[in-house]
Nanobody
Framework: EVQLVESGGGLVQAGGSLRLSCAAS????????ISWFRQAPGKEREGFSC????????YYGDSVKGRFTISRDNGKNTVYLQMNSLEPEDTAVYYC????????WGQGTQVTVSS
């Protein structure tokens, strides 16, 4: 079955860094754009970054541009999110999913940034 498993979250101080991973299985990974989403308490889940399937074109929302970097290793069926200069406003559960078509929602990984 289609699976997306997020990992790498944790507790970090403001200004710190984390690297999240999204491990995919059960589908042809190379055919799909993959996005990162996050959901903060009391807010809707929102996509903020995407990477295309073949040419690895990237997109970043204004809130993370210049601080986060999305990448993918198609040989490992994995998408990464390098998060630098973290802010308390980045606190959320982070998910990955298809960027253009929905695949599946995993359990997400919690990122908590203390001030």
């Amino acid at each position: 079955e289609v699976q997306l498993v997020e990992s790498g979250g944790g507790l970090v101080q403001a200004g710190g860094s984390l690297r999240l991973s999204c491990a995919a299985s059960g589908f042809t990974f190379d055919d799909y754009a993959i996005s990162w989403f996050r959901q903060a308490p009391g807010k809707e889940r929102e996509g903020f970054s995407c990477i295309s399937s073949s040419d690895r074109i990237t997109y970043y929302g204004d809130s993370v541009k210049g601080r986060f970097t999305i990448s993918r290793d198609n040989g490992k069926n994995t998408v990464y999110l390098q998060m630098n200069s973290l802010e308390p406003e980045d606190t959320a559960v982070y998910y990955c999913n298809g960027g253009l078509v929905g695949l599946v929602w995993g359990q997400g990984t919690q990122v908590t940034v203390s001030s």
